[in-house]
Nanobody
Framework: QVQLVESGGGLVQAGGSLRLSCAASGSIFSINAMGWYRQAPGKQRELVASITSRGITNYADSVKGRFTISRDNAKNTVYLQMNSLKPEDTAVYYC???????????????WGQGTQVTVSS
């Protein structure tokens, strides 16, 4: 299977920046789309940003202009650069990979364990 390991979360003041990383490892045949989701306490998990294997990106309206998603296919890693952070960005951030572990299996959604991002006022 595919494993996702996240890093880069932490505590930051409003207006600050953080860069999240998520590296995929294990049995990987191919990785299609990758994305970042977040879930605040008492809230549903929501899509923050996604990126296809060809670099096509999509962002939630709430983060457009502030967050940038990118990926390094050679390293099987996806990044989320978060600038101008706001208290409402506080959440657990999860990375997701639409991947195939073997060429004879259908794509499957793999999730990281999540990394806490806390933005103080």
């Amino acid at each position: 299977q595919v494993q996702l390991v996240e890093s880069g979360g932490g505590l930051v003041q409003a207006g600050g920046s953080l860069r999240l990383s998520c590296a995929a490892s294990g049995s990987i045949f191919s990785i299609n789309a990758m994305g970042w989701y977040r879930q605040a306490p008492g809230k549903q998990r929501e899509l923050v940003a996604s990126i296809t294997s060809r670099g096509i990106t999509n962002y939630a309206d709430s983060v457009k202009g502030r967050f940038t998603i990118s990926r390094d296919n050679a390293k099987n890693t996806v990044y989320l650069q978060m600038n101008s952070l706001k208290p409402e960005d506080t959440a657990v951030y999860y990375c997701k990979a639409d991947a195939m572990s073997t060429p004879w299996k259908t794509p499957y959604d793999y999730w990281g364990q999540g990394t806490q991002v806390t933005v103080s006022s």
